[in-house]
């Protein structure tokens, strides 16, 4: 993500703080935030994806990918 749209986002954070967004503040920081997520989450998987796990022996392993669907434990 572009430093200018970061700095938007710290920009209109601040200006929440101080009085309330008009709607199309709101908008636009929505929608900043959205882009920022998932500029985020591509990076985050990126690096997992090219995550090793060596073992005594000396092999490496990529990471075993979680299915994001898997159901929790039920109680």
Excluded at 24 to 32: I, K, S
Excluded at 34 to 59: C, M, N, S, W
Aim: hydrophobic share 30%.
């Amino acid at each position: 993500m572009e430093q200018a749209k970061i700095d938007r986002i710290n920009e209109l954070a601040h200006l929440a703080k101080e009085r309330a967004l008009t709607g199309e503040e709101l908008a636009e920081r929505d929608a900043l935030r959205r882009e920022y997520i998932e500029a985020f989450r591509r990076a985050t998987i990126d690096v997992l994806e090219h995550t090793y796990i060596q073992t005594p022996d000396g092999k490496k392993h990529p990471l075993p990918r979680k299915d994001r669907r898997e159901k929790t434990r039920e109680e």
